[in-house]
């Protein structure tokens, strides 16, 4: 059976994309940061280092990140609602199956 997908909901589709982007973000800066100290530990050492700067850079790119992925998606779910107006949404076919 085919069906067809002819409005996303723009706000709720933006958070959840937006909410994903900022924890994978999350986790890939902090895994570069560690990865950063574990490779040139001396880093620490340097007198121009500051922890507040390194902490408030880690907290900033995940939610600039989550905010601009959120704008974006609003915008791409708000095209695609207009165009699937248009000319349909995207199709696909669904099947039943007997497994819970």
Known sequence: MKKQITRISIH???????LVYA??????????????FASKPEIVNQPDFNILR?????VFLPLAGGLFC?????????????????????????????DP
């Open 70 to 98: 959120y704008l974006f998606s609003l915008f791409a779910c708000f095209l695609y609602n207009r165009i699937a107006k248009l000319i349909g949404g995207i199709e696909f076919t669904v099947s039943e199956t007997d």
């Open 23 to 36: 924890g994978a973000s999350a986790f890939i800066t902090s895994l570069m940061f560690i990865s950063m």
């Open 12 to 18: 709720q589709t933006s958070k959840v994309i937006a």
């Open 54 to 58: 390194i902490i408030s850079v880690i």
